[in-house]
């Protein structure tokens, strides 16, 4: 186990997001007030930044590049251009602090690699 705090609760507002280093890019959403996610913050499709896309009110996040949309909870790409699922990471709120486990993956996905450019 190796629970990190990563920011406090109030640092973010529900239906923001925020991406930190923890080895690798991670995507932090706050998803309602009581429930935050955390996911790899490279697009499986041209590893583009999925922090710089656009939460949707269905718990997805819609890529800014091409517009490959992806669950939040399960990391499932839910159309093309990607096909292939992004990492899912053990997050959660505790003592008023957001906590990810980089250590927890809680899907299969294979860790997107580093962008080209
Ligand atoms: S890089 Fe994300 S959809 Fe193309």
């Known amino acids: 186990m190796a629970w990190k705090a990563i920011a406090d609760l ?3 507002e ?3 997001m925020m991406l930190v280093q923890l080895g690798e890019p991670v995507c ?3 998803l309602y007030e009581d429930e935050v996610v955390a996911v790899h913050n490279t697009c ?3 590893q583009q930044p ?5 939460l949707q009110d269905d718990d997805t996040l819609i890529c ?3 517009n490959s949309r992806f669950d939040l909870r ?3 790409p839910l159309g093309i251009p990607a096909v292939a699922p992004i990492p899912v990471y053990a997050c959660k709120i ?3 602090a957001i906590w990810v486990d980089m250590e927890q993956q809680l899907n299969d996905a294979a860790i997107p690699h580093k962008p080209y450019h």
């Open 10 to 12: 109030d640092q973010l």
């Open 14 to 16: 529900e239906g923001d």
């Open 28 to 30: 932090v959403v706050r």
């Open 44 to 46: 499986t499709h041209q």
């Open 50 to 54: 999925l922090n710089e896309g656009y």
């Open 64 to 66: 800014p590049a091409h």
């Open 74 to 76: 399960t990391g499932e």
């Open 94 to 96: 505790e003592d008023g």
